[in-house]
């Protein structure tokens, strides 16, 4: 069992920055990939990006590639997304997420836990 607990979300002028943080408790934290997902009003939850077990490897969406970046600190059991470059097409709650399977996990229902949400709002 995985309790996720998303943190850093706000408010942001488009061309801006935030960090989002997950902090896990459970046990085995560094054997989940942990995921990211967002899910904007009137729209369905959305993938977009996730982390491998070690931290070495990483996928995006093509939406957020080359302005998100994902990393962890497996001795902290917490997960970050670093949004750079956002614009008003980006706002949504955003989700993490963890699941023990490997490979491609880029669809919702491959994962087992998930967080609260954190908002995150863009500005135009």
């Known amino acids: 069992q995985v309790q996720l607990v998303e943190s850093g979300g706000g408010l942001v002028q488009a061309g801006g920055s935030l960090r989002l943080s997950c902090a896990a408790s459970?046990?085995?934290?560094?054997?989940?990939?942990m995921g990211w997902f967002r899910q904007a009003p009137g729209k369905e939850r959305e993938f977009v990006g996730y982390?491998?077990?070690?931290?070495?490897?990483?996928y995006y969406a093509d939406a957020v590639k080359g302005r998100f970046a994902s990393s962890r600190d497996n001795a902290k059991n917490t997960v970050y997304l670093q949004m750079n470059s956002l614009q008003p097409e980006d706002t949504a709650v955003y989700y993490c997420?963890?699941?023990?399977?490997?490979?491609?996990?880029?669809?919702?229902?491959?994962?087992?836990?998930w967080g609260q949400g954190t908002q995150v709002t863009v500005s135009s």
């Open positions: 997420a963890a699941t023990r399977t490997i490979g491609l996990v880029i669809t919702a229902r491959q994962y087992d836990y």
């Open positions: 982390i491998s077990r070690s931290g070495s490897a990483t």
């Open positions: 459970g046990r085995a934290f560094s054997s989940y990939v």
